[in-house]
Each structure stands twice: as structure tokens, then as C-alpha cells.
């Protein structure tokens, strides 16, 4: 299935490209390798979510793509810059939710006149009307997120990076924010690459998952979820295809308490 | 199908905004009572209470040397006089305003100076451990050579409050800047804030606590320095300054006015840092819930 992806899209063009991929980090036993020959492309518009378990290299990956580091073999290339979203919601304390959004809209040179506007606009799409003046500190856990997801989109990127970015929120919450994320892809034709541990979050929110085995991180295996939206985490097919996947990612994990 | 994904999405919605309504409590005002009792209150019963301690020690004649410890009276009649002589204010002025214009200085010298030793390498391995060294030095060991160097003027004062004021404003600005986490780096470099537009937007803001905690040093440091500065090289040139007022009262053998001047210096420190370093840093930490109300 994963080939016959690949065929498709080497005519088109994507929104990230991922070829060969390595990273290692120098640590004190020596050159440590984190990911080991990667090679995913994101088709645009589409999301793929990338699952696996500790020491995977998934965030290192996510910083790879975002431009935050440079991989130690291999290319990486985008279309545009893209956003980033984090597990915190990185947004800025000094300035209200508004003006985090309208910063993300000066620095890509979107003239002054039109910001507050836009800003507005994108509030609106989060389903934040009326908190463009509200500090940081004044919003729950799931509203920052969901700012910091305006602030995001704000950038105009054609790709979208999240990483882990609702799995310090509460289970009603996270819940609420994969419907908002799911309406909101498919209301804006982003793409997205999304990072997570959580293999039911995973299977609820993508087109494709791709699993990484841990220590190095390679691409051990992806599948493609033909499930429509929107979807519930807690839909059967949902649960059937999640238990799948985690069989794959337990025996991954398994494989390092053998030696 | 389409009915029921604007159903699901008007359904998220109206749950997100009950959710949201329960997760968000209203703050309000702090109603006058409770600023009074929590605020107003304490301070001034504690004045009242070493008041009434000071004129205890006298009525009892625990202390019934008027010239080691002068009755509360006393000295409030040392201010009267002062007042009615219309020189009280010209005291407090010689020295504040030679305290703010040396901080001014101070300010406009440290700040680039803290801005070059947190950005650049080599700037901060040679003058970082000095600024650090800087602040632990006395200012008052600066009035010696300053009063050779530039003799018995203004610039002397100015000079001793820069030694005193520039090593805390800009170590002041150092540790904003170092502590500025690192995740609004990155989020400010994937936004495309690097090199200069990454100082303006990003890193200048989020140092902003350290460096008005930096700013606040170093207003008491000026106001010390000034002080000591005043009280070794007083010249009729230079004007009455509380400083000086001190050293007349040690001249004189007079203990109120020394008390005047004591409490004249404590007060204006005081002052100064409620009108002016207090509320700003406030407004800066609650503006960032920083400051949890208790």
C-alpha cells in the first residue's frame, strides 16, 4: 500500500519531502544515532501522523523538518516554512492571544492595516471570538492550544508541524481539540505532520500512520486509514485498527528488553 | 453525511464553549477592605508600635541621654524647623534629583553594556566575572579616588553612582536574557524571528522581568552610593544634600538631626521604590500572571 502511495506522488508535488534521512548526537559514549535513514513524503493537503514509542527520534525528526536542526545525512525539503506547533503552548506571556497571533502576521510581512482582521478571522476559526484581548495566563490548557493552533496557521504555511501538541490536555479536551483539528484541516488544505505516542489519537486523526521503531528510529511500518471522517476515538474501526497497530508497536518495543 | 458533520461541528462547538465558560474563572477588583486590612494596615501599625517602643525607652528612662537617643518629639520638632525654614524639600531634592539623574546615567550606560555581555562570547568571558565582581564591591570604596579625580563636584556624585548602579542594571538584563526559555526561541525562530527581529520581538520582551528586578537594584544601589558619596565629601559647593544634612547633624553633635537625616534617606529609598520601580515591575509580572494573588 505504502509503494503504491509513493508511485503517486513522485509526479506531484508534496509538502515535505524526506529522503534518506540520518541524525546521530555526539554523547559521551560516543556518536549515538537517532534516526536512521528516513524517507516520507507528505503529499499536500494531506495528514499523516507519526507514532511511536520513546526514544523513536519523532520530535528530532519534527525539529529536522521545521528547520530547527540539520540532519547529519540525507535532504529534507518543504514547501515554504513550515509551522510548528509544540506540546506547550510556546505562546508569548507579554502579549495578549490577539497579538501572539498578530506577530506570527508582521513577521511574514502581512501589512499592519490588515492583521487585527486577520487575526480576528483566525480566532474566529479556533472558535475564540471575543478573546483577542485576553492574556496568556486567562485561558484554560485546551484555549491556549488552540490560540497557539491560530498562531500556527497564522504563518500561512503549507505544512503544519504538531508535536505532541495535545498530550499534556485533559481527556475531554483533547477530545473537543481532534474535532476542531480535523474540521480545521479540512476546512483550511493544510497538511500535517503530526507527532504522538498515542496510538488511538493516531488512528482518530490521519490519513496515514507511520510507525518508527525506537533506538535507531527507522520507519518500521505505515498503514492507511480509510476510516471517514469525522471519526470518534471511540468508533469500532477506530479501536480495531488501534489495536492492530499497537500489536506492531509492542513488538517493537519487546525487541530492546531482549538483550 | 453532510447534515450530520455540521451537526457533529456545531455539537463540538456548543460543548467547547461550555467548556471553556467552566475552565475561565472572572477576576475582579480587590475590593478597598481588603486592600486596607491586607495592606494599608500592617505598615502603619508597625511604625506605631517601634514609636511607641522609642518613646518608651524614654519616658522609662531606659535611655535618659538626649544626646545618644532624642525623644520622637525631638526630632519631629528637628522636621518642624527644617519645614518652617523652607529648607526640608530643598534636602530632599539636592539629593533625589542627583539620584535619578546618576540612575538616568546608569541606565543608559548599562543597559547596552548588559545587551553586549549576554550576546557576545567574548565581551562576556571579559567583563562578566568583573560586573559580577562589581556588585559586591562597596560603592563608598569609589569615593577616594573619584574625589581625586574629579574634585569636589557634581560629577564626582555621578561618577560614584555609575561605579554603584551600572554593575546591577546590567547583570540585571544579563540574567533576563539568560533566563529566557529556551521553547519561545524556538517558537519565535519557526515564526521567522532571528538575528535582530528575534531580539526586538522575542528575547528583548521575555527578559523584561530580570531586567527591571536589575533596574530596582540599581536604584538602591545609586541611592546608596549617592549617600555615601555625600557624607565623605561634603563642600559648601555641592549644596545641602541629605547625605551632608547627616554629616552637619555629626558635626554638630546634633542626634535629631541625624534622625531627620536617617529617616529622610530611608524614607525618599523607600518612596521611590513604591511610587515608581514597584508598580511597574507589578504591572509587568501580573500583566504576564505572573503574580498569584494570595
Known amino acids: ?82 509551522a510548528l506547533m509544540f506540546q506547550e503552548h510556546a505562546l508569548f506571556p507579554w502579549l495578549t492571544a490577539g497579538k501572539n497571533i498578530e506577530l ?26 471575543g478573546s483577542y484581548g485576553k492574556r496568556v495566563h486567562e485561558l484554560s490548557g485546551g484555549m491556549r492550544q488552540r490560540v497557539a493552533m491560530a498562531r500556527a496557521l497564522a504563518q500561512d504555511s503549507q505544512l503544519l508541524l504538531m508535536d505532541e501538541p495535545f498530550a499534556a490536555l485533559d481527556a475531554i479536551t483533547r477530545d473537543l481539540l481532534h ?25 482518530r486523526l490521519a490519513q496515514r500512520v507511520v510507525l518508527l521503531s525506537s533506538r535507531p528510529g527507522r520507519v518500521a511500518r505505515e498503514w492507511r486509514v480509510d476510516i471517514p471522517q469525522p471519526r470518534r476515538i471511540e468508533d469500532a474501526p477506530v479501536a480495531e485498527l488501534s489495536l492492530e497497530i499497537t500489536e506492531v508497536l509492542r513488538g517493537e518495543i519487546r525487541r530492546h528488553g531482549q538483550h | 453525511m453532510a447534515s450530520t458533520e455540521t451537526g457533529t461541528a456545531a455539537d463540538t462547538g456548543s460543548v467547547e464553549a461550555g467548556l471553556d465558560a467552566l475552565e475561565t474563572s472572572a477576576t475582579g477588583r480587590t475590593p478597598f477592605r481588603q486592600t486596607f486590612t491586607g495592606k494599608i494596615l500592617p505598615p502603619v501599625l508597625a511604625t506605631v508600635v517601634v514609636l511607641v517602643a522609642w518613646q518608651a525607652l524614654i519616658s522609662f528612662k531606659v535611655v535618659d ?26 534636602y530632599i531634592w539636592t539629593s533625589v534629583s542627583r539620584g535619578l539623574l546618576g540612575f538616568l546615567f546608569a541606565l543608559a550606560i548599562g543597559t547596552p553594556l548588559g545587551l553586549l555581555v549576554a550576546r557576545v562570547k567574548f565581551v562576556r568571558a571579559a567583563l562578566g566575572p568583573v560586573l559580577s565582581g562589581l556588585q559586591s564591591l562597596p560603592s563608598v570604596a569609589w569615593v577616594p579616588p573619584a574625589v581625586l579625580w574629579l574634585g569636589l563636584d557634581n ?98 553633635s546634633s542626634m535629631p538631626m541625624i534622625f531627620e537625616a536617617i529617616l529622610l534617606i530611608l524614607f525618599v529609598g523607600i518612596a521611590i521604590d513604591l511610587l515608581i520601580f514597584s508598580p511597574l515591575e507589578r504591572r509587568v509580572l501580573r500583566s504576564r500572571g505572573l503574580l498569584v494573588k494570595s
Request: glycine share 10%; aromatic share 6%; charged share 20%.
Open chain 1, 1 to 82: 500500500m505504502a509503494t503504491t502511495l509513493a508511485k503517486a506522488e513522485q509526479s506531484v508535488e508534496y509538502a515535505a519531502r524526506i529522503e534518506h534521512v540520518s541524525k546521530s548526537f555526539a554523547t559521551p559514549g560516543g556518536q549515538q544515532l537517532v534516526l536512521d535513514d528516513i524517507v516520507l513524503d507528505v503529499a499536500p493537503g494531506e495528514f499523516v501522523t507519526l507514532l511511536g514509542a520513546s526514544g523513536c527520534g519523532k520530535s528530532t525528526l519534527l525539529n529536522l523538518v521545521a528547520g530547527l536542526d540539520q540532519p547529519s545525512a540525507g535532504s529534507i525539503a518543504t514547501d515554504g516554512r513550515p
Open chain 2, 65 to 90: 541621654d538626649p544626646t545618644k537617643l532624642p525623644s520622637p518629639a525631638d526630632v519631629g520638632d528637628e522636621f518642624k524647623r527644617a519645614w518652617l525654614e523652607g529648607k526640608l524639600l530643598g
Open chain 1, 179 to 203: 474535532d476542531e483539528l480535523t474540521r480545521i484541516w479540512a476546512e483550511t488544505g493544510v497538511s500535517v505532520l503530526f507527532v504522538t505516542h498515542n496510538v488511538r489519537e493516531a488512528v
Open chain 1, 104 to 129: 506570527a502576521l508582521k513577521l511574514r510581512g502581512v501589512p499592519k492595516n490588515e492583521r487585527r482582521e486577520r487575526a480576528e478571522a483566525l480566532l474566529e476559526l479556533v472558535r475564540l471570538q
Open chain 2, 155 to 252: 560629577e564626582m556624585m555621578y561618577a560614584v553612582i555609575l561605579l554603584g548602579a551600572v554593575p546591577s542594571i546590567a547583570n540585571g538584563l544579563v540574567s533576563g536574557i539568560d533566563h529566557v526559555p529556551p521553547l519561545y526561541l524556538r517558537a519565535g525562530r519557526t515564526m521567522g524571528a532571528t538575528g535582530l527581529k528575534g531580539a526586538v520581538h522575542i528575547v528583548l520582551p521575555a527578559a523584561l522581568p530580570g531586567y527591571l528586578a536589575g533596574l530596582k537594584q540599581g536604584w538602591a544601589f545609586s541611592w546608596r552610593s549617592l549617600m555615601a558619596a555625600e557624607i565623605i565629601a561634603s563642600s559648601p559647593d555641592l549644596g545641602v544634600g541629605l547625605g551632608a544634612l547627616l554629616e552637619n547633624g555629626r558635626n554638630a
